[in-house]
């Protein structure tokens, strides 16, 4: 019997997963051995940590909130920790201890309230107080231009800090690489053993597992250290706001990270990326911008809200601020998705377009044609 001659089958090519995932690990594999990455990290994350820690030294400090209580509304306070009350005999006399300083805020009976009962304040109603009763009553303002909501300017800080970081390093990483592979040849070797869009898909997907890991470690020690240093009150308060926008963040993130990608193969030199990106960059810092000139103004955060662009920012300032109806979130969820999938499509066709031509700047005209 003549024995026939064995072959060594020839492997197969990774499938359009496989091959996004390879990418993805290429991805993360460089960020995690990257000293600026983590050098910028580890600067993040010791911000975070000293805003917890003094956030609990001050709320040590101001531990007890002195309020002036009227008898009729003494019931609604008596389960409620962290207060020193004074007792008054009348409206009247609550709003004079208030308006002299001698306490922060009182709290008088009122039969036209929902509660029973409604806070009087000068500018503004102490967040602490708020959170410590078993309901949210209406708030009363002596002086309402003068308010100064310091939690709340606190938490548009956060938000709009760690959005503005996290973004801008992994977007303009995300261009560095595509203009790098691009500059010393290697996209030509990559194209040639998997697709064009799981090249793209694997760098967004790679950043995004990145962004998102450091988002929820922010949120982990700003979870862990209010939980530790006893502020339940405004740990309870951000619960909400901090969950819709690691949502917001993960779809806003997605949508940046395509179009970064996509302006960076509209170039073939470092020294060009800032023509293409620039906008994006700008797109990054308005919300940051706006959100700290304008926390307090509902007219600006309910239209950030609504623009795909900045709502990883604006809703959760305005669930923060107990602004938004409980649809709003949704609503602004499925805008920022949609406009995340066009994103993805416009991005990928430039992205496609551009990625093997080299020379001059491609001009978005031509990028989109093909």
């Known amino acids: 019997m003549t024995p026939t001659l064995q072959t060594d089958p020839v492997a197969p090519a990774p499938s359009f997963a496989q091959s996004t995932w390879l990418v993805a690990e290429r991805e993360i594999g460089s960020k995690l051995h990257s000293k600026s990455f983590l050098v910028s990290f580890g600067i993040l994350f010791v911000l975070a940590l000293a805003g917890v820690i003094w ?25 409620s920790e962290g207060l020193e009350i004074t007792p008054v005999a009348d409206r009247a006399e609550a709003e004079q201890l208030v308006t002299a300083g001698d ?51 606190v938490a548009a800080i956060g938000f709009g800090i760690i959005f503005l970081f996290s973004a801008q390093t992994f977007g303009s990483t995300i261009a560095a690489s595509v203009v790098e592979e691009k500059q010393t040849r290697v996209v030509e070797l990559l194209i040639s053993a998997i697709p064009v869009r799981a090249l793209l898909a694997g760098k967004v997907i790679g950043n995004t597992i990145l962004a998102m890991a450091q988002l929820l470690i922010l949120a982990a020690i700003a979870i862990i250290g209010l939980t530790i240093t006893g ?11 901090i969950a819709w926008f690691a949502v917001f963040f993960l779809f806003g993130f997605v949508l940046l990270a395509a179009l970064f990608a996509a302006a960076a193969a509209m170039v073939s030199r470092m020294e060009d990326i800032g023509s293409t990106t620039t906008p994006l960059l700008l797109l990054i810092m308005a919300p940051y911008f706006l959100v700290i000139f304008f926390w307090n103004n509902p007219v600006v955060l309910t239209v950030m809200s609504y623009v795909p662009f900045s709502a990883p ?24 998705i949609a406009t995340c999938v066009a994103a993805i499509l416009v991005g990928a066709r430039i992205y496609q377009n551009s990625l093997l031509r080299m020379g001059a700047r491609v001009k978005l005209r031509e990028a989109l044609a093909g």
Do not use: C, K
């Open 55 to 79: 956030g609990g030294v001050a709320a040590d400090d101001a531990s007890q909130t002195p309020v002036a209580v009227t008898s009729d509304a003494e019931q609604y306070v008596q389960s």
């Open 103 to 153: 306490v922060d805020a009182a709290i008088v009976g009122d039969a036209s309230s929902p509660t029973g009962f409604v806070v009087i304040a000068e500018s503004d109603a102490p967040n602490t107080l708020l959170m410590s009763l078993a309901q949210l009553p209406p708030v009363e303002l002596l002086h309402p231009e003068d308010a100064t909501n310091v939690l709340g300017y």
């Open 231 to 241: 502020q339940t009150e405004l740990l309870q308060g951000l619960g909400a706001p």
């Open 313 to 336: 920012v604006g809703m959760p300032m305005r669930l923060f601020l107990g602004q938004a109806q409980w649809w709003e979130p949704l609503l602004s969820l499925v805008i920022l």
